[in-house]
């Protein structure tokens, strides 16, 4: 978990000092004074890259030519450094040594539920999947290789569709096969895990109609294929795979199901409940990551646009009871003198450092 940032010529900061807490850290003032871009400087640190844009230039301070991260982790005090001056890429060092996205993401796994992430439901089956997919990176290096060792082999596979040379592609069933099982035997388990955690979270609010309405959500994975006995099998659909010259089914096309009585919640949810079905399902990720021994920390930015009051109020409930590191920004202070734990609550108000 991250113990302190220190930012220089990044975005609006001139030069930064945070020391956070290891639970709940709440960011809040007026746009423009640099609350997203906190959250985007520990996004970094974790990924070697931003949540809000490709265009790394972007990053540094206007009239600046570099811009410098420097964060300390809890316990072990490691030091991820991240530089980007505008005339050469992104470099990232873990204790001085040279490191990769990869290293970063082992080092400092992140949840982060972003504007992308509140649309999780009404967004497309690759987005879902790609949130899934990310999420278990994080939590299995076993996972990790099946993945790998999947896609190569379907892209070999795909390639040989293409070519016309139909015997084989056919030759390379076996393997997506076999690791195409492997993937969704974990992908089915660690969705179960979910759905207990996410249905653990909305008890807090149970007198709320809209939370015990979360409740009832089935949150499930359409394995990207349907057979009589659930069986992986390409050869039931190697016609057709011919025909469209690509492979039509499988874990690549997967997707996490979510619907009320049978009815997909894209079509239920307003704008703002989707948000707040997002933003719990984000906590529960993290949650049941947690839960698997796989420490991470959490971000959530903007968190009360398009959600009323009494439902934020309950929202809140739910973050003030979260077991394990949290960033979250919002433009008003959405904590009082009355909270409960106030002393495992850090609050930055962020017009403060600039």
Same mark, same amino acid.
């Given at each position: 978990? /991250?113990?302190?940032?220190?930012?220089?010529?990044? !975005?609006?900061?001139? +030069?930064?000092n945070?020391?956070?807490?290891?639970?709940?850290?709440f960011?809040?003032?007026?746009?423009?004074?640099?609350? &997203?871009?906190?959250?985007?400087?520990?996004?970094?640190?974790?990924?070697?890259?931003? @949540?809000?844009?490709?265009k790394?230039?972007s990053?540094?301070?206007?009239?600046?030519?570099?811009?410098?991260?420097?964060?300390?982790?809890?316990?072990?005090?490691?030091?991820?450094?991240?530089?980007?001056?505008?005339?050469? !890429?992104?470099?990232?060092?873990?204790?001085?040594s040279?490191?990769?996205a990869?290293?970063?993401?082992?080092c400092?796994?992140?949840?982060?539920?972003?504007?992308?992430?509140f649309?999780?439901?009404?967004?497309?089956?690759?987005?879902? !999947?790609?949130?899934?997919?990310? &999420?278990? @990176?994080?939590?299995?290096?076993?996972?990790?290789?099946?993945?790998?060792?999947?896609?190569?082999?379907?892209?070999?596979?795909?390639?040989?569709?293409?070519?016309?040379s139909?015997?084989?592609?056919?030759?390379?069933n076996?393997?997506? &096969?076999?690791?195409? +099982?492997?993937?969704?035997?974990? !992908?089915?388990?660690?969705?179960?895990?979910?759905?207990? &955690? @996410?249905?653990?979270?909305?008890?807090?609010n149970?007198?709320?109609?809209? $939370?015990?309405?979360?409740n009832?959500?089935?949150i499930?994975?359409?394995?990207?294929?349907?057979?009589?006995?659930?069986?992986f099998?390409l050869?039931?659909?190697?016609?057709?795979?011919?025909?469209?010259?690509?492979?039509?089914k499988?874990p690549?096309?997967?997707?996490?199901?979510?619907?009320?009585?049978?009815?997909?919640?894209?079509?239920?949810?307003?704008?703002?409940?989707?948000?707040?079905?997002?933003?719990?399902?984000?906590?529960?990720?993290?949650?049941?990551?947690?839960?698997?021994?796989?420490?991470?920390?959490?971000?959530?930015?903007?968190?009360?646009?398009?959600?009323?009051?009494?439902?934020?109020t309950?929202?809140?409930? /739910?973050?003030?009871?979260f077991?394990?590191q949290?960033?979250?920004?919002?433009?008003s202070?959405?904590f009082?003198s009355?909270?409960?734990?106030?002393?495992?609550?850090?609050?930055?108000?962020?017009?403060? $450092?600039n």
């Open positions: 978990m /991250i113990k302190n940032i220190k930012l220089a010529s990044f !975005r609006c900061f001139d +030069e930064a945070f020391n956070f807490s290891d639970n709940i850290n960011f809040y003032g007026v746009n423009g004074s640099g609350k &997203t871009s906190l959250l985007e400087s520990i996004f970094l640190c974790g990924n070697a890259k931003s @949540f809000k844009t490709s790394s230039d990053l540094i301070k206007a009239g600046c030519d570099l811009f410098n991260i420097e964060a300390t982790l809890s316990g072990s005090n490691k030091v991820i450094s991240i530089a980007k001056s505008s005339k050469n !890429r992104i470099k990232v060092k873990l204790n001085n040279i490191a990769s990869k290293q970063l993401m082992e400092l796994p992140i949840i982060s539920v972003d504007s992308k992430m649309f999780l439901a009404t967004n497309s089956p690759e987005y879902r !999947r790609k949130v899934l997919d990310k &999420t278990l @990176f994080l939590l299995s290096k076993d996972y990790q290789f099946n993945w790998f060792s999947y896609h190569k082999s379907l892209r070999q596979r795909n390639a040989c569709l293409r070519d016309g139909f015997q084989q592609a056919k030759s390379h076996p393997l997506i &096969t076999k690791y195409g +099982e492997l993937l969704n035997n974990i !992908r089915s388990m660690f969705i179960e895990n979910l759905h207990t &955690t @996410f249905r653990s979270l909305v008890k807090i149970y007198e709320s109609p809209f $939370f015990s309405l979360l009832e959500l089935d499930k994975l359409f394995s990207g294929y349907e057979s009589s006995n659930d069986v099998n050869d039931q659909c190697f016609d057709d795979d011919c025909s469209r010259r690509t492979t039509t499988g690549h096309k997967a997707d996490i199901v979510l619907s009320l009585d049978g009815v997909a919640v894209s079509e239920i949810f307003s704008r703002g409940e989707e948000k707040i079905f997002s933003i719990v399902f984000g906590l529960a990720l993290a949650k049941t990551l947690i839960e698997n021994d796989q420490p991470c920390i959490t971000l959530i930015d903007d968190i009360s646009s398009e959600i009323d009051n009494k439902r934020l309950n929202l809140i409930r /739910i973050i003030e009871l077991d394990g949290l960033f979250f920004s919002n433009i202070d959405v009082n009355t909270i409960e734990h106030d002393n495992l609550i850090k609050k930055f108000h962020m017009e403060q $450092f």
